[in-house]
């Protein structure tokens, strides 16, 4: 339940579309995201958050417009007009010109077929490319090449200055729908469900002319790739529409692990399994992957699943962690993570690892839980020695925010500053740790107090 906490000081400049702040239940204890600050100024879907440095982060989505916000004080910062249509893409990057003070940018890409490059300190529009001939789907900075690409039915690759370097041929009518960057100048794009490997070279005559060239088609998903992401310099996966998740070398892009049975997973070993003639796609589709350097951590359908990338199998799920589609799903300095979800709520989970008792007998359906499931004897000794030797893990509940009453699409953390999430509602919501701002504001009170001379300090 929300409740209201009423302060009587004025609020900072620029906070006036900013509601009060608000808390929540306090009875769990260890979520300490008690006290939100709710940003209003977007007219429509809030699609995107990105941060741009250490304080500051930007939303953006479906009214065209873009908004940068404050993390710590909730203030709006800029406002920033030029598309006429939905945001599409959005991604930050920053100057890389050692003589100079860092620079903040963000490129936007919008469904009017422009990109605009947007100055984050004045919020003045750098460069406008209105060249393309379908909707930019993604956008990559390329840091290392001070590169970058737009990925629609065409690869474009540009540079700071918005000059065209080069550009692939018509791919598809579905375009590029997802880009991550890859060792050795290659990127990975998503084309339906098709994975094509692109290699960057800088023209070998000195001048900055660049050439894109094809070098793989990867055609192992049955259906459209809906999530690509780069573990690290030698692993990226792969989530496809039917619930396939592909773990890929990124050096030699040849396939290291698949899991297709996630929807199997959650079998109880002490509850019949569900019997389904047909699955809904929504039930399978891999939404959103993240990782560590340990596990992939998935949004299948409703639920989180975390498969262990050495062990190449779930480790531990939630299949139903929340009441519909899990959109967003990110892992957290320790051993938390945080989803959210079309049904509006953001939850807090904890891997925590199960307490195996050594005499008690081990249920053939348990592996069934984690596709080991063949009923001959050798398999099931396999999977009994695995079992004996390999810890299990479950994830618990230990936090649910609720703030939104429309869809979460996604958030971003900031440590100790707390959460930003934004939502079908035209919302951004700062999630804060209740704690610290109580103790943020008492601390305040004690300054003006001393100021003000109603302290004697000695």
Sequence with gaps: MLRWLIGGGREPQGLVEKSSVQTIGEEQIQNPYTELLVLKGHQDIVRFLVQIDDCRFASAGDDGVIFLWNVQTGEKLLELHGHTQKITAIAPFSSSDASEEKKHFILTASADRTVIVWDCSSGRQV?????????????????RLDVWLSGG??????????????????????????????????????????????????????????????????????????????VNDLTFVTGSHVGELIVWDALDWTKHASECNFWDSSIHPDVQPEIKLT????????????????????????????????????????????????????????????????????????????????????????FNMWGFGRTNKQTNQAAKKMQESTPMYFLELVGDLIGHSSAVQMFLYFGELGLATCSADHLVILWKNGERESRLRSLTLFQKLAQNGDLQLK
């Design 279 to 366: 699955q809904s796609p929504n039930e399978t589709s891999v939404q959103h992957l993240t990782s560590d350097e340990e596990c992939v951590f998935a949004a299948v359908g409703k639920g989180i699943y975390v498969y262990n990338l050495q062990m190449k199998h779930v480790i531990a799920c939630q299949r139903t962690a929340h009441d519909s589609t899990v959109l967003h799903i990110e892992k957290l300095p320790n051993r938390q993570l945080i989803s959210c979800s079309e049904d509006g709520s953001v939850r807090i989970w904890e891997l925590r690892e199960k307490q195996q008792l050594p005499a008690e007998p081990v249920p053939t359906g348990f």
């Design 153 to 230: 039915s065409d690869l474009c690759v540009w540079n700071r200055k918005l000059d065209l370097l080069c550009k692939t041929s018509h791919l598809t009518d579905a375009g590029i729908s997802a880009l991550v960057e890859l060792p050795k100048n290659c990127v990975a794009a998503a084309v339906g469900r098709e994975l094509i490997i692109f290699r960057l070279m800088a023209s070998n005559d000195g001048s900055e002319g660049w050439n894109i060239l094809e070098v793989k088609h990867l055609v192992d998903h049955q259906d459209n790739i809906l999530s690509l992401h780069s």
């Design 127 to 143: 460069q406008k490319v209105s060249s393309f001939h379908s909707t930019v789907k993604c956008l990559t900075v390329l840091q």
